[in-house]
């Protein structure tokens, strides 16, 4: 098999999407909207809002006065190395050279091979079909010049979109706009994943929270 790093982008360009921790109100308007965009049924979710704490929707952890919890936006973090890529037998995920990954369903056999390989457990699988199902960005739509449709309904405006390795981009206008804290998703994956998404908050992380890593920029 080929290295994980033959995988980058020819490019340059990274698409990706930068999560606003702060302004995320759980409202799971990203999941639905994901879901009608790409004709998925009810059970299948390419971006899940789970409630970080209690992991109980809307409850939060601990007990008062120490009460603490966060949603937290949840897809495929489009890595510079994909570890799923390099699960699938059937080369049925690539790397675009826009950085954004998804899936070929015509070579999909749905043999589940690659959620397991994915560290941050955001692939879903739709049992009508036996499909994998990814947040690929909605790439129907920016093939046609259209940002990703989570962004565009979230009323929140937690959600940016842009290149990561363009200077002038949407997400790092952003991110010196209001200068914050950047995270990961942790996931004990392969350390050379290098998940592309990112999140975002001025709150410091609870020290009983382990499902994000703090990173520059």
């Known amino acids: 098999?080929?290295?994980?790093?033959?995988?980058?982008?020819?490019t340059g360009?990274?698409?990706g999407l930068l999560i606003d921790l702060d302004r995320c109100i759980g409202c799971h308007a990203c999941t639905l909207v994901c879901q009608e965009e790409h004709g998925d049924p009810q059970g299948v979710q390419r971006m899940k809002v789970p409630t970080i704490g209690s992991g109980h929707h809307d409850i939060p952890a601990g007990v008062y006065p120490d009460v603490w919890m966060y949603f937290q936006p949840r897809?495929?973090?489009?890595?510079?190395?994909?570890?799923?890529?390099?699960?699938?037998?059937?080369?049925?995920?690539?790397?675009?050279?826009?950085?954004?990954?998804?899936?070929?369903?015509e070579d999909c056999t749905g043999c589940n091979l690659?959620?397991?390989?994915?560290?941050?457990?955001?692939?879903?699988?739709?049992?009508?079909?036996?499909?994998?199902?990814i947040?690929?960005?909605?790439?129907?739509?920016?093939?046609?010049?259209?940002?990703?449709?989570?962004?565009?309904?979230?009323?929140?405006?937690?959600?940016?979109?842009?290149?990561i390795n363009g200077s002038d981009s949407v997400i790092n206008a952003q991110k010196r706009k209001l200068p914050?804290?950047?995270?990961?998703?942790?996931?004990?994956?392969?350390?050379?994943?290098?998940?592309?998404?990112?999140?975002?908050?001025?709150k410091a992380q609870?020290?009983?929270?382990?499902?994000?890593?703090?990173?520059?920029?």
Do not use: W
């Open 13 to 15: 360009q990274q698409l």
């Open 135 to 163: 947040c690929d960005m909605c790439s129907t739509r920016l093939d046609e010049g259209l940002q990703p449709a989570c962004e565009d309904a979230c009323p929140g405006d937690a959600i940016f979109f842009g290149d």
């Open 180 to 202: 914050k804290q950047a995270y990961v998703l942790s996931g004990g994956g392969n350390k050379d994943d290098q998940p592309t998404s990112r999140y975002q908050s001025q």
């Open 75 to 105: 897809m495929c973090q489009h890595c510079i190395n994909p570890p799923c890529i390099e699960s699938c037998p059937f080369e049925a995920i690539e790397k675009r050279d826009d950085g954004v990954v998804e899936i070929i369903d």
């Open 206 to 217: 609870h020290q009983a929270d382990t499902s994000i890593l703090a990173v520059d920029g």
């Open 1 to 10: 098999m080929s290295a994980l790093n033959d995988q980058q982008p020819e």
């Open 114 to 133: 690659c959620p397991p390989a994915c560290p941050y457990g955001v692939i879903a699988i739709n049992s009508n079909d036996m499909l994998v199902a």
